[in-house]
């Protein structure tokens, strides 16, 4: 059953662990769910086009991109290709010192992220033109929300939010450094527990939901 569950009632909650300004609240619950929201796919993907141009390896985002989940490159409206993601260190390891040198290609097979930009490992050899070839990203938006505003109704607890504001607010609420320090390796811990089950139910929820298909094998009466 989806349970609704607004940002003041997880402020609120938050607020029962570490005393903190309610003016700080909502600040430390937006920096919470940016955090979250890039580790667990919690709403729908929104799809960014990037448009290509030929010898072109690096392109600007778009603001509010918290997570690309997945890319794909599309030569046309009906044939694409799954594209691998990577990161700068790897690629010099898997294509040498002078990767931004390769020949570019008709089609580009590896994405990467850096300072704001998505780059394509080989760059394109080919320009956009109609909308096609291109590259779509698949990616969960930064926003922030306020205290009337909803959570997901697909997550199973607030308590990653909870345990990761405690955690953000610890450090400045006062008190001996070595208390301060054990509080937050307290929620740290506490949020990593409840961020494990959120994974599972979320990233699991396709295969609980999958129907099960069930064959009728006719049973043979032995003689």
């Not at 490159?73 to 040198?101: C, E, I, R």
């Not at 930064?142 to 997550?155: E, H, K």
């Amino acid at each position: 059953m989806a349970l609704t569950r607004t940002v003041k009632q997880v402020c609120d909650a938050a607020k029962a662990f570490e005393d903190t300004d309610a003016g700080i609240l909502l600040q430390l619950f937006n920096e919470a769910h940016l955090y979250i929201t890039t580790q667990c796919k919690l709403v729908p993907d929104t799809t960014y086009v990037v448009p290509l141009v030929a010898g072109q390896q690096e392109y600007t985002l778009p603001d509010g991109v918290a997570k690309i989940w997945d890319a794909s490159f599309f030569s046309n409206a009906n044939s694409h290709v799954p594209m691998k993601a990577t990161n700068v260190d790897s690629l010099f390891y898997d294509y040498g010192p002078n990767w931004q040198l390769l020949t570019p290609s008709s089609v580009v097979a590896v994405y990467y992220e850096r300072g704001g930009m998505i780059g394509f490992v080989p760059a394109p050899a080919v320009t956009t033109v109609a909308g096609f070839p291109n590259v779509t990203l698949y990616y969960s938006p930064a926003t922030n929300m306020g205290l009337d505003d909803v959570l997901p109704t697909n997550i199973p607890s607030i308590y990653p939010w909870v345990y990761r504001m405690a955690e953000l607010a610890a450090p400045g609420n006062g008190g001996e450094f070595q208390e301060r320090m054990q509080k937050v390796a307290f929620y740290n811990g506490q949020f990593e527990k409840h961020m494990k089950w959120l994974r599972e139910y979320v990233f699991g929820r396709v295969a609980r939901d999958k129907p099960r298909a069930s064959s009728q094998v006719p049973r043979i009466r032995r003689p």
